[in-house]
C-alpha cells in the first residue's frame, strides 16, 4: 500500500496503471490546439478529481447562506435572467508540469497540456454577494461543487475557499456557458465559478452553494492540497495566481511513436502563447540550443486582459541537425521562468521551460 499522505513515486517507477487511469479521464490540450485564440470546447482541458456528477437542471438550485444578511435560492433561469457577460479567460491547472517532476508526485500526470482559453459566459459574483449582504465578519467564501470523493482517506465534497477579497472582486463570474454553448457535463453543467488569473483548482464546477464564513476555512482542497511545501509537516504556502509560462506549438510533424519532431531544413515560423496570472506579458524569448542563447519573440496582445497573448519567432536553423527548442515568458512584474523545475510535494506551478526536440532534415 502507497502512503497517501506522501504519495511520490520511487526514481525507477514508471507512471501506474491508476494515473494512466485519470491520464485518460483528464484530458489534456494538445499543443498545437495554441494556435487558436479560444480553444474549442472538445480541445479545452480538463481535470475531475471525482465523478462528473449528474444534475438535474430542473430542481437545481444555487444556495447564498452563511455570514450573509439574506439567503438566496437562486434557480438556473434566476440566474440565466440577470445580467449576462462574456469574457476570455486563460486557465491552467496547478498541476501542469507535474509529471515532469523527479522524484514524481503521484496525481494526474500532466506533462504541458492542462492549460486553455475559453469564452465563458455567465452573470457577475460580486452584484449576488451584494444582494445576499456579507456580514462584517465574513473572513472567506466557501464554494461547493456537487462532486463527492474520498481524498486523503477522507470523505468530502469538492470544495474550495477564497479570501473575501478575492472573492468580491468585480471580474469573478458564475458561468453558464462556454464558447456560446450550454456548459457540457465535463466542465461543470449547469454552473461553475469562474476566478480570472488563479489556477484552475478555484474555478469550482457543478456549483451548489456559496457560504460565507468567519473563520478561516478548513477544507481539504485548501488546506491539505494546492499548497507550495516541501514536506508534509509544513503548512505551506496557498497556490493563486498562474505564475507565467510559455508555450510553442511543437514545429514541423510528429514521429508517431517516439513523439519525435520532424522539420525540413529552411527558415521555420515558431508560435505559441504565453500567460501569467501575476500581470500581462512583456517579453517571450526563444533559444534554438537548450536555453544556452536567447532571441527575441513578437508577442501581439490578448483577447482580453484575462487571456493569453500570442507569440511568434522566425527561426532559422543554419545546418540540418538535432535542436532543441525553448521558450520563456516574463510578465510585467518582472517574474520569469526557471530552465529547471521547482520541486515541491504536490507537483504544483512547476513553470519551467519547454523543451522540444527537432530533428531539422536535409
Ligand atoms: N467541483 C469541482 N470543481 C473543479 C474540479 C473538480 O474536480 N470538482 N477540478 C478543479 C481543477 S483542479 C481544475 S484545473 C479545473 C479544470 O476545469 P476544466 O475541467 O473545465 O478545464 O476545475 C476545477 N474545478
Ligand atoms: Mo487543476
Known amino acids: 500500500m502507497r502512503d497517501a499522505e506522501a504519495p511520490i513515486a520511487p526514481p525507477e517507477e514508471l507512471i501506474t496503471r491508476e494515473e494512466l487511469q485519470l491520464a485518460a479521464r483528464n484530458h489534456g490540450m494538445p499543443l498545437e490546439a495554441l494556435r487558436y485564440d479560444i480553444t474549442p470546447v472538445g480541445l479545452h482541458y480538463l481535470l475531475i478529481h471525482y465523478d462528473i456528477p449528474f444534475v438535474d437542471p430542473d430542481t437545481w438550485k444555487l444556495t447564498i447562506t452563511g455570514r450573509v444578511r439574506r439567503e438566496l435560492a437562486l434557480s438556473l433561469e434566476d440566474v440565466r435572467t440577470r445580467p449576462a457577460t ?48 456579507l456580514e462584517e465578519d465574513a473572513l472567506e467564501v466557501v464554494f461547493a461543487g456537487a462532486d463527492r470523493g474520498v481524498d486523503g482517506g477522507q470523505e468530502q465534497d469538492y470544495e474550495r475557499s477564497l479570501p473575501v477579497e478575492e472573492a468580491t472582486r468585480d471580474d469573478l463570474l458564475l458561468a453558464y456557458e462556454i464558447n456560446g454553448q450550454p456548459l457540457p457535463p465535463q466542465h461543470g453543467f449547469p454552473l461553475r465559478l469562474i476566478v480570472p488569473r488563479w489556477y484552475g ?18 477544507g481539504y482542497q485548501n488546506v491539505q492540497r494546492y499548497r507550495l511545501r516541501q514536506e508534509e509537516s509544513e503548512l505551506g504556502e496557498p497556490l493563486t495566481r498562474m505564475a507565467p509560462r510559455a508555450l510553442m506549438v511543437p514545429p514541423g510533424i510528429p514521429e508517431y511513436l517516439s513523439r519525435t519532431r520532424v522539420a525540413p531544413f529552411g527558415p521555420c515560423r515558431l508560435e505559441g502563447r504565453a500567460w501569467s496570472g501575476g500581470a500581462p506579458i512583456v ?77 531539422v532534415i536535409a
Open 86 to 133: 462574456t469574457v476570455p479567460v486563460t486557465m491552467e491547472c496547478a498541476g501542469n508540469g507535474r509529471a515532469s517532476l523527479a522524484p514524481r508526485p503521484i496525481s494526474q500526470p500532466w506533462l504541458l497540456e492542462a492549460v486553455s482559453t475559453a469564452e465563458w459566459t455567465g452573470t457577475l459574483l460580486r452584484p449576488i454577494l451584494d444582494e445576499a449582504g
Open 201 to 218: 483548482m478555484a474555478q469550482v464546477k457543478w456549483l451548489r452553494t456559496i457560504t460565507a464564513v468567519a473563520e478561516p476555512f478548513g
Open 283 to 359: 517579453r517571450v524569448e526563444v533559444s534554438a540550443d537548450g536555453g544556452n542563447t536567447w532571441g527575441d519573440a513578437d508577442v501581439g496582445a490578448p483577447p482580453a486582459v484575462t487571456a493569453w497573448h500570442p507569440w511568434s519567432f522566425r527561426w532559422e536553423p543554419k545546418e540540418p541537425g538535432a535542436y532543441v527548442l525553448c521558450c520563456r515568458a516574463t510578465d510585467a512584474l518582472g517574474d520569469t521562468q526557471p530552465l529547471q523545475p521547482p520541486w515541491n510535494l504536490g507537483g504544483y506551478a512547476n513553470n519551467a521551460v519547454q523543451r522540444i526536440a527537432v530533428s
